[in-house]
């Protein structure tokens, strides 16, 4: 809404991103200030290291699209089967 977030972002740990598939997934959270405050309705997020997905998905929450790319194929069929589960 045209602001900035602050410098302390309060942010609660999850533990329903396969930690034992990925070794440093990310709570959801911590990826929806950033993609509401840089990634335009009509923009896409791009995530280079998209791991188990968080970005992507929580992208698709927030309607917008998103691009994600790893080296490890299991990585990127997990991001695929989490993000499926919103359609």
């Excluded at 997020?45 to 992507?56: K, N, P, V, Y």
Aim: proline letters at 8%; aromatic letters at 6%.
């Amino acid at each position: 809404e045209g602001s900035k977030p602050g410098d302390v972002w309060d942010i609660i740990p999850e533990d329903t991103q396969h930690r034992e598939a990925h070794f440093a997934p990310y709570p959801e959270d911590l990826c929806r200030i950033p993609l509401l405050a840089t990634c335009p309705p009509d923009g896409i997020a791009l995530d280079s290291f998209c791991g188990t997905g968080t970005t992507m998905y929580v992208a698709r929450l927030l309607e917008r699209k998103s691009i994600g790319i790893d080296i490890s194929g299991d990585y990127l069929k997990i991001a695929e089967e989490r993000c499926n589960l919103l359609l």
